[in-house]
T-cell receptor
């Protein structure tokens, strides 16, 4: 079954800095998604990462704050820009297992912004 | 939004007991999926049930779907301490949407 390697697993960042999270999939995936999850809460979709085109962002999320790259079918990055303490959260990437509708997830990146 | 709502929000049981979690949603779906998340980890897919299915089994898991009531249940039989995790339902809207909507989750604790 497909595996996503996500890094960093956790980081502590200073206010005003930016951090890029990387996800590498061991097989080609058409759809990739980026989620944010507050501890003990549900997942909120940030954007859908499309290969060869701009990401599609959900309401409340903008490209300037969360730029996403998807250079090929096995890799994507999410940058959290100009971070504030409100950005402290777990960020998860996921891919859709082709022709099944099932999602598989990376292990998550726990960010703490001081 | 057709966000799924799980209940209970938290469930604490003894090893060997059965655990039942429920999920309700608001609009028509293509399928509904259940996921497990161990603390501090990513989500793991458990089972998918399509809108034309009423019940599905996978090992100790049993999922039911009642589209007339817009609800689903996940039953874990003979629970183990290793089942301790959060469980989420995710709905995929009918009409070809590929974007899932996750519920708030049920936190299950199984005491050894």
């Amino acid at each position: 079954s497909a595996v996503i390697s996500q890094k960093p697993s956790r980081d502590i960042c200073q206010r005003g800095t930016s951090l890029t999270i990387q996800c590498q999939v061991d097989s080609q995936v058409t759809m990739m998604f980026w989620y944010r999850q507050q501890p003990g809460q549900s997942l909120t979709l940030i954007a859908t990462a499309n290969q060869g085109s701009e990401a599609t962002y959900e309401s409340g999320f903008v490209i300037d704050k969360f730029p996403i790259s998807r250079p090929n079918l096995t890799f994507s990055t999410l940058t959290v820009s100009n971070m504030s303490p409100e950005d402290s959260s777990i960020y998860l990437c996921s891919g859709e297992r082709s022709n099944t509708g099932e999602l598989f997830f990376g292990e998550g990146s726990r960010l703490t912004v001081l | 939004s057709q966000q799924g709502e799980e209940d209970p929000q938290a469930l604490s049981i003894q090893e060997g007991e059965n655990a039942t979690m429920n999920c309700s949603y608001k609009t028509s779906i293509n399928n509904l999926q259940w996921y497990r998340q161990n603390s501090g980890r990513g989500l793991v897919h458990l089972i998918l049930i399509r809108s034309n299915e009423r019940e599905k089994h996978s090992g100790r898991l049993r999922v039911t779907l009642d589209t007339s009531k817009k609800s689903s249940s996940l039953l874990i039989t003979a629970s183990r301490a290793a089942d301790t995790a959060s469980y989420f339902c995710a709905t995929f809207a009918s009409g070809g949407s590929y974007i899932p909507t996750f519920g708030r989750g049920t936190s299950l604790i199984v005491h050894p």
